[in-house]
């Protein structure tokens, strides 16, 4: 307890917290949808990526993933994810974060506080446009910096998404708490974190996923949001989905 | 061009391999067989009324030996040969009749052959290709990794036209085996796509 009065969650303010967590249920999400692609980074990504994790293969695989959540316990949000396929501290396949954006300020604030994820704010939008779908990421308003295009052509299924999106998906990013006095009372942390997709199930019993042909492109480029790091020359494969999820902290695996 | 499968066609495959640069840069920490299974489908049938389909088929068949052809009994590819296509399986392949094969070949249809499965192996090793042949059922069983689907999706695999990935994607192809492996060498598994299968026309 920090306020004599009593607390009424976990984060901050204590008599009326951003955001709450169910430790035993995590953060539970329901009717979601996302575009997500898969590709070989090419050029080099150790300036990004954290002391303790290595690339999982040769060359680094990356996924760029644009979500919409229409119900979640933060809320209604949209979100993209730029993710970098690591070894963890264990030698563990994992995604690393790199880069995320979310729309509301409960993701956020949850996010960088409890997983580490580097969340900032920015307009991320999914919309149907003639045959396509179309994920955008903005930040500011008008500043695109991703545009991500998908036609659904068929299924998806068997061990290469499995493989892909495990269950559950393991998620490490670096949580950090800038120092006060000197440094040393901060806090700096590798986290494990992980999210339980469930992909919906349509009337036939088939998983609702589709691959199809994609583009993705880094339109204006921005130093202060540098998303385009993740250079890849092909997508491998792109899917879009339709899903439920649960998202929660795993351990610290490492202190900076 | 040539048929898939036949001998000419592993010739080719072992040769494109042994020559691509960036496949033996690519798979140069590979370690692993696989046991291919391609199941017979409307295509194969198709396919297997040209005579140069049959021949090359027959051809490829004739890399194994006639003992291991014998395995065959009892199968669904077995009864293809013995019960539809009136050849004893331990026919030797100069005794065959390529043209009355292929023309009893012409009246099967993808029934006839449902469930029929040719099996090759194949040793990938370092960025070489140590081997590459038709084996009978039951054969190498134990390999690292299995691939299997039907003849079209196979077809569209070596021609180059859709990478492995994407067919085991949509469940075309099926991939058994480590995939945290194939994950971490994707880049062999592209290569041996793009620079080793395209590298070898098919008909």
Known sequence: ????????????????????????????YRNCDALA????????????LPEGLEPFSDPPQGIIWISRYSYSTLGQYNEQISLIMVKDI????????????????????????????????????????????????????GKRLITFTFKPVERAMGSVVEAYFPYPTPLLSVRHLPWVKEPGDGLTQLISWY???????????????????????????????????????????ATYFQFDMKLNVKEVQKEY | MAIFPSREWVEAVLQAAEKSEKYKEAAK???????????????????????????????????????ARKKF??????????????????????????DEMTSMASKLSAEDIKGACTYFWSDFWHGSVRAMKPVAPGEHEDATFKLSGKYSAWKLMVSGRQDTIRLVMSNKLKLEGDMSYVMKHMKAVVALTKEVFAGVPID
Request: hydrophobic letters at 40%.
């Open chain 1, 90 to 141: 264990h030698g563990e396949m994992g995604y690393y974060i790199p880069y995320i954006y979310v729309t509301n300020d409960a993701a956020m604030a949850a996010g960088r506080e409890l997983a580490g994820a580097p969340k900032k704010l920015a307009d991320i939008d999914i919309k149907n446009k003639l045959d396509f779908l179309e994920g955008t990421l903005e930040r500011p308003s």
């Open chain 2, 29 to 67: 920490d590979w370690e692993g067989d696989f046991l291919s299974i391609i199941e017979g489908d409307e295509e194969f049938v198709r396919d297997l009324s040209r005579r140069e389909v049959m021949e090359g088929f027959i051809s490829f068949l004739d890399m194994m030996p006639s003992e």
């Open chain 1, 37 to 48: 692609a898969v590709f070989m980074i090419t050029g080099d990504i150790n300036e990004i």
């Open chain 1, 1 to 28: 307890m920090v306020l004599k009065g009593g607390d009424k969650g976990e984060s901050i303010p204590f008599d009326a917290p951003l955001y709450d967590i169910n430790r035993e249920r995590g953060i539970e």
């Open chain 1, 195 to 237: 999210v339980e997709i469930d992909f919906h199930k349509d009337p036939k019993g088939e998983s609702t996923i589709w691959m199809g042909p994609a583009s993705i492109t880094y339109d204006s480029p921005s130093e202060l949001d540098p998303v385009h790091k993740l250079k890849f020359d092909e997508v491998l494969g």
């Open chain 2, 73 to 98: 009994k009892g199968t669904p590819m077995g009864d293809v040969f013995e019960k539809k296509l009136g050849v004893p399986l331990d026919t030797p392949a100069d005794k065959f009749s390529i």
